[in-house]
Antibody, heavy 118, light 106 residues
């Protein structure tokens, strides 16, 4: 079955960077893309961007595009999301998600809590 | 930017029908999907392409869309359906989520 396994929780200081991974299994990794979505405590879902696992093409949302980098490694079936120059309001759970065969997100990782605190 | 508007909360009695709306200026140009999120869990897709149910989602969940408004309907609502529901659509290459609707079953 399809699984997206994310890396563990992180605690970072303001100004630092964080890199979250999402390892996929149960399907052909390169055939689909990944989106990253974050959820601040008690808040709604915010889409951050998308990467094609096939060719690495990306599209980032406007809000974080200057601090965000998404990559995909087909040798390990792993997608990565790096957020730089962290601020306290970046504290959130970060999810990876993919849609197999349509544009909705039908598989999600369990989420990675990133806490930004001095 | 493109906004999707949902009511913050909806209440329903067990066994009754719950309807959650999602409105947006460009909704007529895009498929809408719906996610259910329970506390401490990842979102779960319950409706995609306006009306389709993924395998494993109960038949009591249905979706519709007309003009700039999409609706998630839960027929015969059960206590286990209490959750936050999010609509989502694509604005060309950007995904947009609604603000979420807390469904209370009481």
């Amino acid at each position: 079955q399809v699984q997206l396994v994310q890396s563990g929780a992180e605690v970072k200081k303001p100004g630092a960077s964080v890199k979250v991974s999402c390892q996929a299994s149960g399907y052909t990794f390169a055939n689909y893309g990944f989106s990253w979505v974050r959820q601040a405590p008690g808040q709604g879902l915010e889409w951050l961007g998308w990467i094609s696992a096939n060719n690495g093409n990306t599209h980032y949302g406007q809000k974080l595009h200057d601090r965000l980098t998404m990559t995909a490694d087909t040798s390990t079936n792993t997608a990565y999301m790096e957020l730089r120059t962290l601020r306290s309001d970046d504290t959130a759970v970060f999810f990876c998600a993919t849609g197999l065969g349509h544009s909705a997100f039908d598989h999600w990782g369990l989420g990675t809590l990133v806490t930004v605190s001095s | 930017s493109y906004d999707l508007t949902q009511p913050p909360s909806v209440s329903v009695s067990p066994g009754q029908t719950a309807s959650i709306t999602c409105s947006g200026d460009k909704l007529g140009d895009s498929y809408v999907c719906w996610y259910q999120q329970k506390p401490g869990q990842s979102p779960t897709l319950v409706i995609y392409e306006d009306t389709k149910r993924p395998s494993g989602i109960p038949e009591r969940f249905s979706g519709s869309s007309a003009g700039n408004t999409a609706t998630l309907t839960i027929s015969g609502t059960q206590a286990m359906d209490e959750a936050v529901y999010y609509c989502q659509a694509w604005d060309t290459t950007t995904a947009v989520f609604g603000g979420g609707t807390k469904l209370t079953v009481l």
